[in-house]
């Protein structure tokens, strides 16, 4: 999911336990929440570098 926000925008993922595993060297899970749709992950994308995790994070979120 993508929620606007001024001069930013976050973006929200449900990734399950296999996308999971494969994001902990990237992103920090450490209090992440955990749904019955999987653990919740949120990155506020202000620049391109957030972009550009966003867009790694997507790809691991269909490869799994």
Known sequence: YLSPGHGAF?????????A??????IVNLDGARKYAEGTA??????????????VKLAAIKLKY
Not at 10 to 18: D, N, Q, T, V
């Open 20 to 25: 999971v595993h494969a994001v902990r060297d």
């Open 10 to 18: 976050m973006a929200s993922f449900a990734l399950g336990e296999k």
């Open 41 to 54: 992950v949120r990155i506020d994308v202000k620049t391109a570098a957030d972009v550009a995790l966003v």
